[in-house]
């Protein structure tokens, strides 16, 4: 009999950030499968005693199991029956690979169940008061990834075509191209402000603000994980709340 695959999402670094429902879905997993940004924390309060806990995550540079490794793993735990729960940091359907997953585990007859997660696009702008809408500056925000399959025949996201469609630009994953999209969103914008909020809703927190033309010169860089929020809401941020570099 096939097992089941528990997609989980672990929210974006705050275990206090994890939902009742995905500490139940841990909390019940044979196998826990544990990306590198979900916090230890997580794991050891809510895995079971005897659940095998494996690390997944892959670390900068693609270090680490591949997506075709983490997929053959899941086949073969779930052809023994066993519930496993693969926890992801963020929401699990986000740029996280949840959709491939999803499609392995049903090809081989597996159940799936997904838990939703607090993702980072959003959680961590609005856990320091930044809002990515605004009814006086910003009606619309777009999310994007900086980092997409260089597998993929078209892989170039146009930042220019989304600075013209939205108010609010967020990217996930942009550090380490973040002058080359700074230089596409400032074609289009101008020189709107930028917040970069790097291992956001953590002890290790560390806010960045500036400019696109500082982001686009070098003078303003980010260490991932971070978060990039573009627009007029953060002149809002740094106006009415005061938020500085910190």
Do not use: Y
């Not at 528990?6 to 994890?18: I, S, T």
């Not at 073969?76 to 729960?85: I, N």
């Not at 320091?128 to 997409?148: D, I, N, Q, W, Y």
């Amino acid at each position: 009999m096939a097992g089941k695959l528990v997609l989980v999402g672990a929210g974006p670094g705050d275990p206090e950030l994890l939902t009742f429902k995905a500490a139940r879905a841990i909390s019940q997993g044979d196998v826990i499968l544990k990306d590198r940004l979900v916090p230890d924390e997580i794991i050891e309060e809510h895995a079971p005693e005897d659940a095998e806990v494996i690390d997944v995550g892959k670390k900068p540079g693609g270090e680490g199991w591949t997506q075709e490794e983490i997929n053959e793993l899941i086949v073969r735990e779930g052809s023994k029956g066993k519930t496993v729960v693969r926890v992801k940091s963020g929401d699990p359907l986000i740029f996280g690979r949840g959709a491939e997953e999803i499609e392995v585990a049903l090809k081989h007859g597996m159940g799936v169940e997904i838990v939703p997660g607090v993702t980072s696009a959003i959680g961590v702008p609005t856990s320091l008061g930044l809002p990515l809408t605004h009814r006086k500056c910003a009606s619309s925000f777009a999310v994007a990834t900086g980092h997409e399959d260089p597998s993929k025949p078209e892989n170039h996201v146009d930042f220019g075509a989304l600075a013209e469609a939205a108010d609010t630009l967020v990217v996930l994953m942009g550090a380490r191209r973040l002058r080359e999209i700074a230089r596409e969103i400032l074609e289009k914008r101008g020189n709107e402000p930028v917040a970069i909020l790097e291992r956001g809703t953590t002890e290790q927190e560390r806010v960045k603000v500036g400019t696109l033309e500082d982001a686009a010169e070098g003078k303003l860089k980010a260490r991932p994980p971070a978060v990039v929020v573009v627009g007029e809401v953060v002149k809002w941020w740094r106006e009415v709340l005061g938020r500085e570099t910190r």
